[in-house]
């Protein structure tokens, strides 16, 4: 195996390393959002909260270092914010 192909042995595992970070991630998140609606349900609080989810994508904005863009940024949190109601059945 050369240097090269070691390389690119290396950087595929860290790849898919971050890819199970990312995954993992998700799922704990998923745990918290449907912990948080059952104790809004018991309260009699909506599920959803656009303030919320616009002050999130705001801080989440001020603290990313990038290379992720802001627009990146914003289409990833969508895409969560969407997956995380789509699989929660957050469409209330």
């Keep these: 195996m050369t240097g090269t192909d ?7 595992r860290l790849i898919e390393e971050s890819d199970r970070a990312v995954v993992e991630a998700v799922n704990v998140r998923l745990r ?17 909260d656009p303030e919320r989810e616009r002050r999130l ?4 904005r001020a603290s990313n270092p990038g290379p992720l863009s802001n627009e990146g940024l914003d289409r990833l949190v969508g ?14």
């Design 6 to 12: 070691e390389r690119f042995a290396e950087l595929r």
């Design 32 to 48: 918290l959002v449907e912990e948080l609606w059952r104790l809004k349900a018991e309260q009699g609080a909506a599920r959803l």
């Design 57 to 60: 994508r705001e801080e989440l």
């Design 79 to 92: 895409e969560l914010l969407e997956l995380t109601k789509r699989e929660l059945g957050g469409d209330v």
